[in-house]
């Protein structure tokens, strides 16, 4: 069995980890946590802590499931206690991107990070419908990268992602780089900042005196049918009417420069803000 010190094992993300690899046959799991909270959440699972040094005591995997402003923290402090050859990862990739990873040779880093159910793809099962975040009752997609190790390591931590995942219809191998781009640059800095703007935009005409039940049965249909056209998944088009409207509401409402969000360099300011927690404004 593959030994795993599973760190922030009672937080959001270890819990979901806990529930997947729990019982898994391939995998033996060392549950490493701090505060009251998390401690209790593994004790509903039936699952005590483990001292952290026992933890890792030749530990195959240190899996970190914490939050980006620590995970730099902590992997300097465990990094340089695995075992040699062995393979630590992160859920994202800020903290990889951001140069918060200790230099070290002989270990594996490995980043995965989760696609999410699609919204072009329905499932059948209504608890699957209902799980937004996937790795319950949805199916999703995952992104990988080999960030440093042997060219074998890569189908272990494939495999490992796949089993914490579940149910996983793919896996895309892609670098840290590229995983950077994805997420924070293309899905939350630019795609959460358009989403807000729609409630807000909801928000706004309720305000202007439309019923709430109204305006959220438009916007959620007038979402469907723009997605269905830009993304090619429909044979048909913008009426002339909307192209020309929409090109109005790009210049009112973003900056004519909003792809700069994509140059190295502000990807790199990007996850620097998220593993600092703080950020400066836009000029």
């Known amino acids: 069995m593959t030994s795993i010190a599973l760190l922030g094992a009672g937080g959001k993300m270890g819990c979901r980890i806990v ?70 990862v992160t859920l994202d990739p800020a903290a990889a991107h951001a140069g918060e990873l200790p230099e070290r040779p002989d270990v594996t880093y490995f980043v995965t990070h989760p696609c999410h159910p699609s919204v072009f793809e329905c499932e059948d099962d209504p608890a699957a419908r209902a799980d937004f975040f996937g790795g319950t009752k949805a199916r999703q997609p995952i992104v990988c990268a080999l960030m440093q190790g042997p060219e074998e390591d890569y189908a272990k931590g494939e495999k490992l992602a796949r089993a914490f995942f579940a149910p996983v219809t793919r896996a895309h191998r892609i670098t840290v780089e590229q995983m950077a781009l994805l997420e924070p640059a293309m899905a939350e800095t630019v795609g959460i900042a358009l989403v807000q703007a729609l409630r807000e935009a909801l928000e706004e005409v309720v305000r202007r005196g ?27 088009t913008f009426s002339d009417g909307a192209k020309l409207i929409a090109e109005f509401g790009r210049q009112a409402v973003l900056r004519t420069d909003w792809k700069k969000v994509f140059e190295p360099q502000s990807v790199r300011e990007q996850v620097r803000a998220i593993v600092e927690g703080r950020f400066q404004p836009p000029q």
């Open 19 to 88: 529930d997947h690899l729990q019982h898994h046959p391939d995998y033996e799991l060392r549950c490493v946590e701090v505060s009251e909270a998390g401690q209790a959440n593994l004790a509903r699972r039936g699952l005590a802590p483990t001292p952290l040094k026992d933890a890792l005591a030749g530990a195959d995997v240190i899996l970190l499931a914490l939050p980006d402003r620590l995970l730099g923290r902590v992997a300097r402090e465990v990094v340089p206690r695995a075992r040699p050859g062995a393979m630590i």
């Open 210 to 236: 439309v019923p709430r039940a109204a305006a959220e049965d438009f916007l959620f249909g007038h979402v469907k049918v723009p997605l269905g056209i830009a993304f090619n998944r429909v044979d048909f």
